[in-house]
């Protein structure tokens, strides 16, 4: 910024280019170039905070189209909970007692739900989260549709729209480098087009498919 331009040009003027270069550049010569030089780097930052920044308004345009979509995803196992607590519930007040047995298997029930509703909401926060540094690493990318479909599967079905994926093929697939937040990104940015694009047509029978292949 300003002020690292203002301290290298005072070290500069001061004599400090004795430690920096011996030639043919006078003091004012190597100020400029160290000038040029930072303040091409300074217009490289704000680029990259320009991209940033418009990459986090675009996932949460996105997550504003989906917002009906997740909330039914969240509710669905919510729903589940819910009777299964009001079933336990309501055998209590009736004085009658609940095999263990019964009992534990609605436990599990209600534990796999919550790990449900868990996971959607890690797969929000990845989705909108901000990283200073981009750890790529190698990822796959049959996970990056199911984690994809997290968010935008029930918004699918609620256009009357049907899904079709091989997942075989997909396991064929070889890993990718990049972030797995980022690969979801792109999946769902498709899907949403796809969806919008369906929406626009008088086709009754609404057909998505998702389709890979490696050569």
Not at 30 to 59: C, D, G, P
Not at 184 to 197: D, K, M, P, R
Request: hydrophobic content about 45%.
């Amino acid at each position: 910024g300003e002020q690292a331009l203002d301290i290298a040009e005072m070290l500069i003027r001061s004599g400090a280019v004795d430690y920096v270069v011996k030639g043919t550049l006078s003091a004012e010569e190597l100020y400029q170039i160290v000038r040029s030089a930072l303040r091409f780097a300074a217009q490289e930052r704000q680029l990259a905070e320009m991209k940033e920044r418009a990459m986090r308004t675009e996932k949460l345009a996105i997550l504003g189209t989906m917002a009906a979509g997740i909330a039914h995803e969240i509710n669905q196992p919510l729903n589940t909970i819910k009777l299964i607590a009001d079933g336990i519930l309501h055998w209590h007040r009736r004085g009658k007692q609940v095999e263990q047995e019964r009992l534990v298997e609605n436990m599990d029930k209600v534990s796999r739900q919550v790990d449900r509703i868990g996971q959607i909401i890690k797969h929000m926060r990845a989705f909108i989260s901000h990283e200073e540094v981009v750890n790529l690493e190698w990822c796959n990318v049959s996970k990056a549709i199911d984690g994809a479909m997290d968010l935008v599967g029930s918004q699918i079905r609620s256009h009357g729209i049907a899904l079709h994926r091989n997942q075989e093929q997909e396991k064929a697939l070889p890993f990718v480098v990049g972030t797995m937040s980022g690969l979801e990104v792109i999946i769902i940015n498709l899907l949403i087009n796809a969806i919008q694009a369906l929406d626009g047509t008088d086709t009754e029978a609404k057909e998505i498919y998702i389709l890979s292949s490696y050569n």
